[in-house]
């Protein structure tokens, strides 16, 4: 389901920032706060008009006025939690989410209970790379405001990137208690039921689903899915075919025909349904190690080796996606590991994934070269696609 077919891979999520869909725009800004700049001592006055003002400006579209209007402020006093959660916002705004991030983790140290700054903090850091740190403030921001169902959605979303599927089972399910009209949701809690094997547990929130969105490829082809895992071939078949009518490379359905053919011996059509499947997913282990064993019994000895090969190297690029995932934990920082987890993606034919890599390296340094001339060469290379096979609607932030 990933787009390396790791449990441990990369999350970037795209579009996951809070404050009314703000935009990342890279231009130098030498605004930010030091270390230094940012330490807490204490001052006689509160910071209420401050951050009035500041509020404003945000407000007004003035992201530099608005961080002038707090960026003095260096206490504990009344208001000066939410003027470095402005200092945050205004920052990221101006192009600067390092400054960002570090205002909204002061920010918080002041005062926890910001449930946006948490979500902003959460947002900056998966679109760093950093699953670690998008976690605990998604915790944080859940834990802030207990009836927003956005933050148990975006976690749900993550674990189920890296693998983790009773944990995002978890997750979306506390979303759905918040907001049953989260589709995308209901969608990612299907996929999470299915991965981890509990297709029993799926199946009123599959008949749900199809209720709603009767003639949505997607959802027929998680259908289709559920029904193989429930041993009712035959309405996988239906299923499957039903979704592929509507949209030729519905990737679930593919796969769900693809296992069906293989189960009833059907192997000619098993071949081409998990060839076309692989075109749009290269890196998906299982269905490589399908391809392998389909090829074998056909007596494609040849082929057979071949894919073997090609779910080796997958497996390999997994790995050391896996490794660079926590080499970011440790140096969240370090915009290396970001262009690396590029570069193994581009291995792995997953280009739009590597331009998120290099992009997330630009994030924390826009003068880190290899991540600008490989983002160059990427962009010569015209427009690119990568699906990844997960619901990834944006979430409502």
Known sequence: MNALGSKRLLVILVGLIAFGG??????PSDTAPSDEDITVTRSSEGHWES????????????????????????????GAAEAMTIAGVALFRLGDPVGARRALEVALNLQPNQPEAARALAALCLDMGDTTRGLSALDMAADAAPNDARPWADKGRVHLDLGEFDEAVHAFNEALKRNPEREDVRQGLIVS???????EEATARVKEALIRKPDDPMMLGLAAQHAFASGD????????????????DADEALLARGRTHHASDDLQEALAD??????????????????GQIEARLGLTERAAQT?????????????MTRLTEQIAEQPDDPAPRWQMGQIALEGGSTELARRCFQ??????????????SLTALDQGGPTTDPNGVPTASPNL
Not at 193 to 199: D, E, P, T, V
């Open 22 to 27: 703000l935009v990342v725009v890279l231009v």
């Open 51 to 78: 951050v009035r003002q500041a509020r404003r400006m945000l407000d007004s579209g003035r992201p530099d006025l608005a961080f002038d209007a707090v960026k003095d402020i260096r206490d504990q006093e009344p």
């Open 193 to 199: 039921l299915l991965k981890s094997n509990r297709a």
């Open 233 to 248: 071939l035959d309405r996988a078949r239906q299923m499957a075919d039903q979704a592929l009518e509507l949209d030729p």
């Open 274 to 291: 998990l060839e076309r499947f692989l075109e749009l997913r290269p890196n998906n282990l299982s269905a490589l190690q399908l391809l």
């Open 308 to 320: 073997a090969d090609r779910h080796r190297a997958a497996y390999e690029r997994a790995d050391r």
């Open 360 to 373: 997330a390296a630009l994030m924390l340094d826009p003068g880190y070269q290899p991540a600008r001339d």
